[in-house]
C-alpha cells in the first residue's frame, strides 16, 4: 500500500534487525483533474515537534477514539473482514500505483504493488488480515512487506505492525519487524469508519527505535474530485500524514469510498514528494491468489521474530 518507505540505514542495526546469515529461520504518471503535488503551507493543526505517538493521543476530546483505546475487546471474530467504505480490503484484491520520488539524481519513477492476501495472522489478541506490499524504484525492487490489519466493531481499520525486507540495487540490504504488544510497539489506527473535519490527529502505530515508526494522520479535506487513470471520484477523502519529529512534512492520501486510496500527493518540506496515482485495482483469480499466498508464507517464515507470535494461516473458505 502507499506508505512511508523505510529508510535503509533503519533496518541494519538494533534488536529487531533479521540477520540471514547469523540466526535460524523462524516457521512462521498520468494526467488528473488535481495537482499531483502541493505547496500548501503548513498548518497549526500540526502536533508539536518532538512529541511521541504516546503522549499525543492523550487528552482527546471524549468519545472520539484515539490509538490509545486499542483493547482486543474492541475486536470480534469479524476482525479479518475489512469493508470499511474507505478501503475495503478483500482477500485477492490488488492495486497498483504509480508515479515518482525526489532522489538525488532527480525525479525517479515509483510504483507500489499491494494485495490482500487470504491469510489471516493473530497479533497481541486480535486477528489480522496479512497485506503483501512491493515497492518499486525505476523498476527494480526496493521493497517488500507484510502488513497486518483488523477492523474492529465499529469499522476502523486498525494496523498491528510490518516485517519489511529491504533491497538495493538488487541486492538484500535486511529485515526488520515491528509487532503490536513486543518491544514497545503499539497499534495504530489505519483508516477510520467516519472521518470528520476538525478531529485531533491520530496515530497510525508506534515502533521504537530500530524501526523508527511514529506516524499520524488526520483528516485534511472531504468533498473533493479527483481523476487518476483507474477512474474519476467524488466524494473523496483526504487524510494528512506526518511525522512528529519532522515537522514541515507532510503526505497526502486521496481515499475514494469503495475503492481506497486512489492518489498520494505532498505538502510543505516532504523530502521524498511522492506522487503516486491508482492505475489499476483488480481481483484476482484463485490461482494468482495462490501464488501470492505462497509468497507471503515466504517472509513469513524469514521473520524471526514471528517466534513469539503464531504463524500465518489460510481463511477458512466457509467462514471467511
Not at 46 to 58: V, Y
Not at 213 to 224: L, P, Y
Amino acid at each position: 500500500m502507499v506508505k512511508k518507505r523505510v529508510r535503509l540505514q533503519h533496518v541494519a542495526s538494533g534488536r529487531l534487525c533479521i540477520l540471514f546469515a547469523a540466526i535460524a529461520l523462524f516457521a512462521l504518471s498520468a494526467s488528473a483533474c488535481t495537482g499531483d503535488s502541493s505547496s500548501e503551507a503548513s498548518t497549526s493543526s500540526e502536533t508539536t515537534q518532538g512529541t511521541t505517538a504516546q503522549a499525543t493521543t492523550k487528552g482527546v476530546i471524549s468519545g472520539e477514539i484515539t490509538a490509545e483505546d486499542f483493547d482486543v475487546s474492541l475486536f470480534d471474530d469479524s476482525s479479518t473482514t475489512i469493508d470499511n467504505e474507505w478501503f475495503p480490503l478483500k482477500p485477492g484484491t490488488r492495486w497498483v500505483w504509480r508515479g515518482s520520488t525526489q532522489e538525488e539524481e532527480g525525479r525517479v519513477p515509483h510504483s507500489i504493488i499491494f494485495t490482500i492476501t487470504d491469510l489471516t495472522k493473530e497479533i497481541n489478541g486480535v486477528r489480522t488480515v496479512v497485506g503483501w506490499d512491493r515497492d518499486f524504484s525505476d523498476g527494480a525492487l526496493v521493497e517488500t512487506e507484510l502488513i497486518f490489519l483488523a477492523q474492529d466493531k465499529d469499522g476502523n481499520i486498525w494496523h498491528l505492525g510490518q516485517y519489511s525486507e529491504t533491497f538495493e540495487e538488487g541486492e538484500f540490504v535486511g529485515g526488520s519487524a515491528w509487532l503490536a504488544g513486543f518491544e514497545g510497539a503499539k497499534a495504530g489506527i489505519w483508516v477510520k469508519a467516519e472521518p470528520q473535519l476538525g478531529k485531533p490527529a491520530y496515530s497510525m502505530g508506534f515502533a521504537p527505535p530500530p524501526y523508527f515508526w511514529d506516524d499520524f494522520a488526520k483528516t485534511f479535506k472531504m468533498g473533493q474530485k479527483t481523476c487518476v487513470p483507474a477512474g474519476c471520484y467524488e466524494d473523496v477523502l483526504v487524510t494528512d500524514e506526518f511525522e512528529p519529529g519532522k515537522p514541515g512534512a507532510h503526505q497526502l492520501k486521496y481515499y475514494a469510498r469503495g475503492v481506497g486510496n486512489v492518489r498520494t500527493g505532498w505538502r510543505g518540506e516532504d523530502a521524498d514528494k511522492e506522487v503516486l496515482v491508482l492505475v489499476r485495482v483488480a481481483q484476482l483469480s484463485s490461482a494468482a491468489l495462490a501464488k501470492t499466498r505462497t509468497e507471503a508464507l515466504k517472509l513469513e517464515t524469514r521473520a524471526s521474530t514471528y517466534g513469539r507470535t503464531p504463524p500465518a494461516e489460510a481463511r477458512d473458505p466457509e467462514n471467511p
